[in-house]
């Protein structure tokens, strides 16, 4: 089982970033893949997460209408796109799966993370 994420970065205010994450071919095929992230301090909290079946995304509330995830099967690939950034949203952001029909809410459901990405957002 991997995950590896990329495309984190340094960014003003208001600016976007993608993050993507490729998964292996048996992590991506199973079930509900998500993002979650983590400030210094904090806990680690779900961003976003997409389920294989229908393509059902949902959303925190703080990210509701600026942040779109978004899976890519022929690439075995997950993805956030992160727009009208602000500073609150700087986080080590991971990229997550579960095993078919199992929930991806809660970081206590996932038994799969990838190693985190860095995204720095200036006020």
């Known amino acids: 089982v991997q995950l590896v994420e990329s495309g984190g970065g340094s960014v003003q205010a208001g600016g976007s970033l993608r993050l993507s994450c490729v998964a292996s071919?048996?992590?991506?095929?199973?079930?509900?893949m998500g993002w979650f992230r983590q400030a210094p301090g904090k806990e680690r909290e779900g961003v976003a997460r997409?389920?294989?079946?229908?393509?059902?995304?949902l959303y925190d509330s703080s990210v509701k209408g600026r942040f779109t995830i978004s899976r890519d099967n022929a690439k075995n690939t997950l993805y956030l796109q992160m727009n009208s950034l602000k500073a609150e949203d700087s986080a080590m952001y991971y990229c997550?799966?579960?095993?078919?029909?199992?929930?991806?809410?809660?970081?206590?459901?996932?038994?799969?993370w990838g190693q985190g990405t860095q995204v720095t957002v200036s006020s």
């Open positions: 997550a799966a579960v095993e078919f029909g199992a929930s991806c809410e809660r970081p206590d459901d996932i038994p799969y």
């Open positions: 997409i389920y294989a079946t229908g393509g059902v995304a």
């Open positions: 071919v048996y992590t991506y095929s199973r079930g509900c």
